[in-house]
């Protein structure tokens, strides 16, 4: 049976991640949720009545071309059962991965894949919580 794809988020990323979210909270009644990564540096993530969209810091030092050097959309999740399975079936298809499949510390297992004009596309094995 072919993998079924589901959303799971949507990332941003802000010079101020804190004035981002309040103006998601202001404008549409988000939730605000801060979240340690398995960084250890913090994001803030939002709930926009059941709608998940994480923030996370941009950083203007970072040079033009790394995967952290620009602001606003930074990719969009989505959740899968089987992360391997997926990624086979994304393969099969000619899909183009930027992000190899890898487990993090978590116990999340993700990989990214390039769409049209370089928007990354994030697949999502997401065991450890419901998000």
């Known amino acids: 049976m072919p993998t079924t794809f589901r959303y799971h988020h949507v990332h941003l990323r802000s010079p101020d991640p804190r004035k981002t979210a309040e103006f998601y909270r202001d404008m549409f009644g988000a939730k605000i949720i801060e ?3 398995p960084s250890g540096l913090p994001r803030i993530d939002l709930s926009i009545n059941g709608m998940a969209v994480f923030i996370a810091r941009s950083d203007p030092q970072t040079p033009v071309g790394t995967i952290d050097a620009h602001n606003g959309l930074d990719h969009f999740g989505l959740k899968v059962d089987d992360l391997d399975q997926a990624v086979e079936e994304l ?7 930027s992000t190899e499949p890898r487990k993090l510390p978590n116990g999340v297992k993700i990989a990214m894949i390039r769409g049209p004009q370089d928007v990354r596309i994030e697949i999502v094995e997401w065991r450890s919580r419901e998000a």
């Not at 393969?91 to 991965?97: I, L, N, P, T």
């Open 35 to 37: 979240t340690p990564q």
């Open 91 to 97: 393969k099969a298809k000619g899909a183009e991965f």
